[in-house]
């Protein structure tokens, strides 16, 4: 009589099925995420887009489900086989049986510590511990405070139109003018850049390189108006919040200086700790629950991160209406969803330019982009008004370019309507912490040493941290543990 398999002697090798599958998923899927990131982006993970989290559950299920069969029909000890594959010892005059495996209890707990370890390479668990043992002095050395220097705003004010582009790179645009693209997949977004001021790393069109802590929208959002990353203890993700109570950013001298601030954007604010940041900070938030409390769309209306950006701009154009006629200078700023990862977001209205369904998310976002661009730019406001448009954070989605390892892969940026001079936009070197400073410098603010947070306000000719100490050092330092950051900075 054959035996019972007793199931719950496989519980270990199914687990670390699980965890092998996951670790390959990730580092398979995900560009250059850090373990702040993964564990940050688990625990805040309220308003994630329900198609995308069922995009990662089909894959993640099937491919544990290959794995865990392909394991246990290896490992199965209790099945008789007609065959046994053994290995014979004639020194011994011994052999060790190698199928089926005898010894399963040790097989499992082998297998389980190297799905562990595996895993946490991926998620780089251990350069986070490593990293955090280190001390760095980056932050006690290089930090300003706004409240430490004079900032002088110019007698009349310009209004700020601030559009983080979610995922977007100058890597989309046309080989001939800094991307990989042939055809550039955001043709408008390249005009306006070779248009306007663009800031970058090359001779030719490029932007900010990423840096350690800024990798995730709450976190890109938080450097590029605060001059920091976000760093995060292992014991305190939970309790964690995005306050950051104990520094000044971009929204609070803006409201010091009489601007009125919105956040506009078609998910829920509350994801990541977005909404904690921006009204703790002086914004005024509109968000997917704000446009159902507003009327914009009904109670069940979902889709994608809640509604898409063609809706976004059509409220950015009524909120812009109604700012415009306030007496004092507003600062609005978007926040565009469409192009998040994994494959973005196709509208009815988008068409299918591309054999992919990334770069036509891309191409369509671009239209719509400059068709809001080209509308403020007929509008009474806009002589007075300057317009950013930047990337978030590179894109998460790995193997999404076919590039050079050499190429050096930098966000969107470019200044719209700026009456500044700018000494060198080639050929630097800098981050998206630099944004905070250059953003104030765009509105003809004069910033005493023109360094805030970490960050260099590129309109002057002072060079910035990463240009100073090298990039790679830069991160390295970032990395590290900082009792100065936790005990002024973060709070």
Same mark, same amino acid.
């Given at each position: 009589?054959?035996?019972k398999?007793?199931i719950k002697?496989y519980?270990?090798?199914?687990i670390?099925s699980?965890?092998?599958?996951?670790?390959?998923?990730?580092?398979?899927n995900?560009?250059?995420?850090s373990?702040?990131?993964?564990?940050y982006?688990?625990?805040?993970?309220?308003g994630?887009?329900?198609?995308?989290?069922a995009?990662?559950?089909?894959?993640?299920?099937?491919?544990?489900l290959?794995?865990?069969l392909f394991?246990?029909?290896f490992?199965?000890?209790?099945?008789?086989?007609?065959?046994k594959?053994?290995?014979?010892?004639k020194?011994?005059?011994? %052999?060790?049986q190698i199928?089926?495996?005898?010894?399963i209890k040790?097989?499992?707990?082998?297998?389980?510590a190297?799905?562990?370890?595996?895993l946490?390479?991926?998620?780089?668990?251990?350069d986070?511990?490593?990293?955090?043992?280190?001390?760095?002095?980056l932050f006690?050395k290089?930090y300003?405070?706004?409240?430490?220097?004079?900032? %002088?705003?110019?007698?009349e004010?310009?209004?700020?139109?601030?559009?983080?582009?979610?995922?977007?790179?100058?890597?989309n645009?046309?080989?001939?003018?800094?991307?990989?693209?042939?055809?550039s997949?955001?043709p408008?977004?390249?005009k306006l850049?070779?248009d306007n001021i663009?800031?970058?790393n090359?001779?030719?069109?490029g932007?900010?390189q990423?840096s350690?802590?800024t990798?995730?929208?709450?976190?890109a959002?938080?450097?590029?108006?605060?001059?920091?990353?976000?760093?995060l203890?292992?014991?305190?993700?939970?309790?964690?919040?995005?306050?950051?109570n104990?520094?000044?950013t971009?929204?609070?001298?803006?409201?010091d200086?009489?601007?009125?601030?919105?956040?506009?954007?078609?998910?829920?604010s509350n994801?990541?700790g977005?909404?904690?940041?921006?009204?703790?900070?002086?914004?005024?938030?509109s968000?997917?629950?704000?446009?159902?409390?507003?009327g914009?769309?009904s109670?069940?209306?979902?889709e994608w991160?809640g509604?898409?950006?063609?809706?976004?701009?059509?409220?950015a154009k009524?909120?812009?209406?109604?700012?415009?006629?306030?007496?004092?200078?507003?600062?609005?700023t978007?926040?565009?969803?469409?192009?998040?990862?994994?494959?973005?977001y196709l509208?009815?209205?988008?068409?299918?330019?591309f054999?992919?369904?990334y770069a036509?998310s891309?191409?369509?976002s671009?239209?719509?982009?400059?068709?809001?661009?080209?509308?403020?730019?007929k509008?009474?406001?806009?002589?007075?008004?300057?317009?950013?448009i930047?990337?978030?954070?590179?894109?998460?989605?790995?193997?999404f370019?076919?590039i050079?390892?050499?190429?050096?892969?930098?966000?969107?940026?470019?200044f719209?309507?700026?009456e500044v001079?700018?000494?060198?936009?080639?050929?630097?070197?800098?981050?998206?912490?630099d944004m905070?400073?250059?953003?104030?410098g765009?509105l003809?603010v004069?910033?005493?040493?023109?360094r805030?947070g970490?960050?260099?306000?590129?309109?002057?000719?002072?060079k910035?941290?990463?240009?100073?100490?090298?990039?790679?050092?830069?991160?390295r330092?970032?990395?590290?543990?900082?009792?100065?950051y936790?005990?002024?900075i973060?709070g």
């Open positions: 009589m054959k035996k398999i007793e002697k519980i270990l090798i199914i670390a699980a965890i092998i599958v996951f670790g390959t998923y990730l580092s398979s995900i560009y250059n995420a373990f702040d990131q993964y564990i982006s688990l625990l805040k993970s309220v994630t887009s329900g198609s995308a989290l995009k990662y559950a089909v894959t993640f299920f099937y491919a544990f290959l794995f865990s394991n246990l029909l490992i199965l000890p209790t099945l008789d086989f007609d065959k594959i053994v290995i014979k010892n020194k011994k005059n011994s %052999e060790k199928f089926p495996i005898k010894n040790r097989y499992n707990r082998i297998i389980l190297i799905s562990i370890i595996y946490g390479v991926v998620v780089g668990f251990f986070y511990v490593g990293n955090s043992l280190l001390e760095t002095d006690k290089y300003i405070s706004p409240d430490d220097v004079v900032i %002088e705003f110019p007698q004010k310009r209004n700020l139109i601030y559009i983080f582009l979610e995922s977007t790179e100058m890597t645009v046309s080989k001939e003018n800094g991307g990989v693209f042939d055809t997949i955001m408008n977004l390249e850049a070779l663009n800031f970058s090359s001779n030719l069109l932007g900010a990423e350690y802590g990798g995730w929208t709450v976190a959002m938080i450097a590029q108006t605060a001059g920091i990353p976000l760093k203890k292992i014991d305190d993700y939970e309790s964690n919040s995005t306050n950051f104990n520094i000044t971009l929204g609070d001298i803006l409201n200086n009489g601007y009125h601030s919105y956040l506009l954007l078609g998910s829920d994801f990541g977005r909404r904690a940041y921006f009204s703790n900070h002086n914004y005024n938030i968000d997917y629950y704000s446009a159902i409390e507003e914009k769309i109670q069940d209306y979902y991160w509604y898409e950006d063609s809706k976004l701009f059509d409220y009524e909120k812009l209406e109604k700012i415009s006629k306030d007496d004092e200078p507003f600062n609005l978007i926040l565009t969803a469409n192009t998040h990862f994994t494959d973005g509208e009815d209205s988008c068409e299918n330019v054999d992919n369904d036509n891309f191409y369509c671009d239209q719509m982009i400059s068709e809001f661009i080209y509308w403020v730019e509008q009474d406001f806009y002589d007075n008004t300057t317009i950013i930047t990337g978030d954070h590179p894109t998460m989605q790995n193997n370019y076919d050079d390892k050499n190429y050096t892969r930098c966000l969107y940026n470019v719209i309507n700026v001079d700018h000494l060198n936009n080639k050929n630097r070197i800098f981050t998206t912490m905070f400073p250059t953003t104030l765009a003809n004069k910033i005493q040493g023109n805030l970490l960050g260099t306000n590129l309109f002057s000719n002072k910035t941290i990463p240009e100073m100490m090298g990039i790679d050092n830069f991160n330092e970032l990395k590290k543990n900082s009792v100065y936790y005990k002024y973060r």
